[in-house]
Structure formats: C-alpha cells, structure tokens
DNA sequence: CTCTCATGTCAAGTACGCTTTACTTTTAAC
DNA sequence: GTTAAAAGTAAAGCGTACTTGACATGAGAG
C-alpha cells in the first residue's frame, strides 16, 4: 500500500511529529507507514483523511491488493 | 465504524458467505464486521469499495473518530 | 567541529484483524 | 413441527498495527 503521506506532509512543512500528533498516533507510527512497514488501521487512514481534507483513496493507493 | 455491508450485500441478495468469498476473507470476518466486532483492515476496506463499485466512505461510516 | 532537529530503525510489549473449528439461534419452506 | 440454509457467537492461534524507549545517521546553524 503506497501513500502521499510524505508529499503531503512536504506540501505544509510538517514534521514526521507534527503529522504523529494530527493523528494522534506515535512518530514511529508515522514514518513506519511512510516507509511502507505497515498499512494503517482504517480509522487512522480516516483521520488522515479528515486531517488532509481528501478521501482516503486521494492519500492510499491499494495498488491492486 | 459503522458499515452498510448488510445492506450492499442485501441489494445484491448476498449472503455472508457469498461476500466472504468476493472479498477472499471468512464468513466468520465479514459477520464480525457487519456485528460491528470489528473494524476492516485498510486493504479489506479497499477490497470492499472495489467489490461494491463505491468509495471506502461510502461503505463505511467513521462517526467522527 | 559541535549542537540540534528530523528521520530512520530496532526491540519488546499490547491489542486487534483474521483464521479454523464448532456450536447455537434465527428464518423461511414445506 | 421438521428441515435446511443463513446468521450469530466463541475459543485458540497467528500475524500485524501501534506503543514506549532507545540509539544511529544526515543536514543545517552556530
């Protein structure tokens, strides 16, 4: 599962710790999802997309899982 | 998480089973799922969406979390 | 060069997603 | 009221999502 998490991040100057916070997740969690070492639960890939004001499918791509 | 699996699924005239092997999980899954045990991993939720022809939050329901 | 901040990564632990097997309850047909 | 399919539920087990704590690397500022 790829995602724009990073791009996203980038766009607004975030940190990896600034996004852990948004979501209310660690930083570990954050860079571990940026670095593709696990997908998201689905309620924080929501909160991504509630943080980001996209759709879930606008920050994930499921590359034909 | 809400979800309108049960409904999608009666639209269809599905049953558990049939959804289950459309999404390649067990019946067992999707009746917890539907029961609201709990929540879909992401790419299942994606798998869902692909299923149904729908977007990830037009299946399933975040009620602000 | 040193200090700091951002990032990457590892280890151990907790909780949840999903499995199989199996049993009970509901629903509908006859 | 018996039968059969569909749905609900439970327990044990495996893998993964996420945690805290810690340490290593790279880049920019002084």
Avoid: C, H, Y
């Amino acid at each position: 599962m790829k995602n724009r998490l990073k791009v996203l991040r980038a766009e607004r100057n975030w940190t990896q710790m600034d996004l852990a916070r948004a979501l209310d997740v660690s930083r570990q969690t954050v860079n571990a999802i940026e670095t593709g070492k696990f997908d998201p639960s689905l309620p924080l890939a929501f909160k991504a997309a509630r943080v980001f004001g996209l759709a879930i499918e606008q920050i994930f791509d499921d590359e034909q899982g």
